[in-house]
T-cell receptor
Framework: DGGITQSPKYLFRKEGQNVTLSCEQN?????MYWYRQDPGQGLRLIYY???????QKGDIAEGYSVSREKKESFPLTVTSAQKNPTAFYLC???????????FGPGTRLTVT | AQSVSQHNHHVILSEAASLELGCNYS??????LFWYVQYPGQHLQLLLK??????LVKGIKGFEAEFIKSKFSFNLRKPSVQWSDTAEYFC???????????FGQGTRLTINP
């Protein structure tokens, strides 16, 4: 089955710790994205990557970092610098820049 | 910066009622438009999309949307809703020069049986 997998589904961390969220796709898509979803705010773009070894900041990149060493993988690290990290994180991919995006099941991160 | 507005934050309807969810965007050029749906506990999935051509677009599960360029709108409609349509609905827009989608705030739809 083709699709996007995100792991884990739920993640709990203590304040001050970095945490890495996994995103893998087997759709052979070039572009990958990370969004943060908060109630009443829709989806906000954190980072995106159009090609391996290249990525750009989205609207709310502060406190986050990414890498794109393989076409299939686009991990997101939530650093201790992110002031409000508790949220639902969604990964997506698309064939190109302006085509529809396919979403993973999400990771709910809770930082206490 | 481009923005997308969904004016209805929470809509409550009874089964068989007609539905219209509003979506307005700010960009004046050529746009690609999308409606996504997030059913409880499920992935965000595409309902329908508009790239060009007929401004009335039909999607899955009986949904349709109409692109009205003069009003910068892309409202979602369904003539008769079902309990299973309970979900959160997101409008998204990308312009021809952009490299990303911009999402609206979402509308939570509750259908009472």
């Amino acid at each position: 089955d083709g699709g996007i997998t995100q792991s884990p589904k739920y993640l709990f961390r203590k304040e001050g710790q970095n945490v890495t969220l996994s995103c893998e796709q087997n759709l052979n898509h070039d572009a990958m994205y990370w969004y943060r979803q908060d109630p009443g705010q829709g989806l906000r773009l954190i980072y995106y990557s159009q090609i391996v070894n290249d990525f750009q900041k989205g609207d709310i990149a502060e406190g986050y970092s990414v890498s794109r060493e393989k076409k299939e993988s686009f991990p997101l690290t939530v650093t201790s610098a992110q002031k409000n990290p508790t949220a639902f994180y969604l990964c997506a991919s698309s064939i190109g820049q302006r085509t529809e995006q396919y979403f993973g099941p999400g990771t709910r991160l809770t930082v206490t | 910066a481009q923005s997308v507005s969904q004016h209805n934050h929470h809509v409550i309807l009874s089964e068989a009622a007609s539905l219209e969810l509003g979506c307005n965007y700010s960009y004046g050029g050529t746009v690609n438009l999308f409606w996504y749906v997030q059913y409880p506990g499920q992935h965000l999935q595409l309902l329908l999309k508009y790239f060009s051509g007929d401004p009335l677009v039909k999607g899955i599960k009986g949904f349709e949307a109409e692109f009205i360029k003069s009003k910068f709108s892309f409202n979602l409609r369904k003539p008769s809703v079902q309990w299973s349509d309970t979900a959160e609905y997101f409008c998204a827009v990308t312009d021809q020069g952009a490299q990303k989608l911009v999402f609206g705030q979402g509308t939570r739809l509750t259908i009472n049986p």
